[in-house]
């Protein structure tokens, strides 16, 4: 655990993961809260997941073009305009007491959704040393995780009391206080934009991200439809308060799965790494579909979040050494602009399945896409060959010789 000392050690690091805390643990609230919301107002699961799918793919849709726009003009006034619209928004949809109503707030609410974790990830490289960055990354998903954790948690516990109203309450408060603390913070307040390559091509040209892009787009999916299969396999047996019973051993078991990927060797190129890990993943993904919303499904859902979170610290490594210059917070965006989408859809998609055929047959659709995800990387893993190398000792002193400590 050395390598983290040293992190944190490292100036601003702790204002970076303390700073959005707040606003990923509303993030980790959100797809609940509505579920939740839409299901006890219409007393439909097939709507409630048809209200996260509408979220969802709003919030994807738009999530390049927002990346692009920090690419562009930076993170200080985006940040300000989205945050306290979204906040504001959860507060909208939380009056709605019509169908038709919460789906028309859940999509808007989408399209003002402040890229809080796009704008936090370019954020590392200009704190810490290059060789200093899958520690990093490590730390990132590691919060993501643990605000997966929280969020959910909290959501299902505030959503089933006898004030359900509190949910969106509560997570329009955290989003403006992280949202809004990320903003004011001088780190991200002074992120220069890169500058792009004379010989830049797209994003949507890129033969690298083309290959995450399809990649995503199962993995997206599948993802979806899991996400409204728990709730809705808990809730049509009579248990939705085991909802988060599952949820949580994930999230734990995530955050336990990014710190064991930061502390793989960095001699270990990030490609190698990931794809080893998502080898693993399918036949931990195969289990979860013979279980039931309770400790059976916690335990095995604990196994697919300790895989899945070692492999997103490599995932980020990948999409950093592959992306064309300028693009830090682009790529992100448009790769979440399809995986996002494709998950909407598997989000509305799920409780249907879910009602119509089976809850398993729906958590069967996930282990599916995992194993075609592998296969997407496989055939394709030539057009990421630029992440199948490793930092020469000459290239990791420069790094850290141009980190600068002195930043507030």
Same mark, same amino acid.
């Given at each position: 655990?050395?390598?983290?000392?040293?992190?944190?050690?490292?100036?601003?690091?702790?204002?970076? !993961?303390?700073?959005?805390?707040?606003?990923?643990?509303?993030?980790?609230?959100?797809?609940?809260?509505?579920?939740?919301?839409?299901?006890?107002?219409?007393?439909?699961?097939?709507?409630?997941?048809?209200?996260?799918?509408?979220? &969802?793919?709003?919030?994807? $849709?738009?999530?390049?073009?927002?990346?692009?726009?920090?690419?562009?003009?930076?993170?200080?006034?985006?940040?300000?305009?989205?945050?306290?619209?979204? $906040?504001?928004?959860?507060?909208?949809? /939380?009056?709605?007491?019509?169908?038709? #109503?919460?789906?028309?707030?859940?999509?808007?609410?989408?399209?003002?959704?402040?890229?809080?974790?796009? &704008?936090?990830?370019?954020?590392?490289?200009?704190?810490?040393?290059?060789?200093?960055?899958?520690?990093?990354?490590?730390?990132?998903?590691?919060?993501?995780?643990?605000? @997966?954790?929280?969020?959910?948690?909290?959501?299902?516990?505030?959503?089933?009391?006898?004030?359900?109203?509190?949910?969106?309450?509560? #997570?329009?408060?955290?989003?403006?206080?992280?949202? @809004?603390?990320?903003?004011?913070?001088?780190?991200?307040?002074?992120?220069?934009?890169?500058?792009?390559? #004379?010989?830049?091509?797209?994003?949507?040209?890129?033969?690298?991200?083309?290959?995450?892009?399809?990649?995503?787009?199962?993995?997206?999916?599948?993802?979806?439809?899991?996400?409204?299969?728990?709730?809705?396999?808990?809730?049509?047996?009579?248990? %939705?308060?085991?909802?988060?019973?599952?949820?949580?051993?994930?999230?734990?078991?995530?955050? !336990?799965?990014?710190?064991?990927?930061?502390?793989?060797?960095?001699? !270990?190129? #990030?490609?190698?790494?990931?794809?080893?890990?998502?080898?693993?993943? =399918?036949?931990?993904? =195969? %289990?979860?579909?013979?279980?039931?919303?309770?400790?059976?499904?916690?335990?095995?859902?604990?196994?697919? @979040?300790?895989?899945? @979170?070692?492999?997103?610290?490599?995932?980020?490594?990948?999409?950093?050494?592959?992306?064309?210059?300028? &693009?830090?917070?682009?790529?992100?965006?448009?790769?979440?602009? !399809?995986?996002?989408?494709?998950?909407?859809?598997?989000?509305? $998609?799920?409780?249907?399945?879910?009602?119509?055929? &089976?809850?398993?047959?729906?958590?069967?659709?996930?282990?599916?896409?995992? =194993?075609?995800?592998?296969?997407?990387?496989?055939?394709?893993?030539?057009?990421?060959?630029?992440?199948?190398?490793?930092?020469?000792?000459?290239?990791?002193?420069?790094?850290?010789?141009? /980190?600068?400590?002195?930043?507030?």
């Amino acid at each position: 655990m050395k390598r983290y000392r040293e992190l944190f050690a490292i100036p601003n690091v702790w204002v970076l !993961v303390l700073a959005a805390f707040p606003a990923r643990v509303a993030y980790g609230m959100v797809a609940l809260s509505i579920f939740f919301k839409t299901q006890q107002t219409t007393g439909s699961v097939a709507v409630a997941g048809l209200a996260i799918g509408i979220n &969802s793919v709003a919030g994807a $849709a738009t999530a390049g073009l927002r990346g692009t726009l920090m690419d562009r003009f930076g993170q200080k006034w985006p940040l300000r305009i989205f945050v306290p619209g979204y $906040a504001g928004m959860m507060l909208v949809l /939380n009056t709605m007491e019509n169908k038709n #109503a919460i789906l028309l707030a859940a999509f808007i609410m989408g399209i003002s959704a402040p890229p809080i974790n796009l &704008s936090v990830r370019p954020l590392w490289k200009m704190i810490v040393p290059k060789d200093y960055l899958r520690t990093a990354y490590a730390v990132d998903t590691s919060v993501m995780s643990t605000a @997966g954790v929280i969020g959910p948690v909290v959501a299902t516990s505030l959503a089933l009391s006898s004030h359900p109203g509190s949910a969106l309450v509560v #997570a329009s408060i955290f989003m403006a206080v992280g949202g @809004g603390s990320l903003a004011l913070t001088r780190v991200s307040r002074d992120w220069i934009p890169e500058k792009k390559d #004379a010989d830049h091509t797209s994003i949507w040209r890129n033969k690298a991200i083309q290959l995450l892009m399809i990649e995503g787009c199962f993995i997206g999916f599948g993802w979806g439809v899991f996400d409204v299969a728990v709730p809705a396999f808990a809730t049509l047996e009579g248990v %939705p308060h085991r909802t988060a019973w599952v949820f949580t051993a994930m999230g734990v078991a995530n955050i !336990v799965g990014g710190l064991l990927g930061g502390l793989v060797s960095k001699k !270990v190129s #990030a490609l190698k790494a990931m794809r080893l890990t998502y080898f693993v993943w =399918i036949f931990i993904s =195969i %289990p979860i579909v013979f279980t039931y919303p309770g400790w059976s499904m916690a335990v095995a859902g604990a196994f697919l @979040g300790l895989i899945g @979170g070692t492999i997103q610290v490599f995932y980020w490594e990948v999409m950093e050494a592959v992306r064309p210059k300028g &693009s830090a917070v682009g790529m992100m965006g448009w790769i979440w602009t !399809v995986e996002g989408t494709l998950m909407s859809i598997g989000s509305a $998609a799920g409780g249907w399945i879910a009602e119509t055929y &089976s809850p398993r047959f729906a958590m069967s659709i996930t282990s599916f896409t995992i =194993i075609t995800g592998f296969i997407i990387l496989t055939l394709g893993r030539k057009r990421l060959a630029a992440a199948d190398r490793i930092p020469t000792e000459e290239e990791d002193l420069a790094a850290m010789s141009d /980190n600068s400590p002195t930043t507030t």
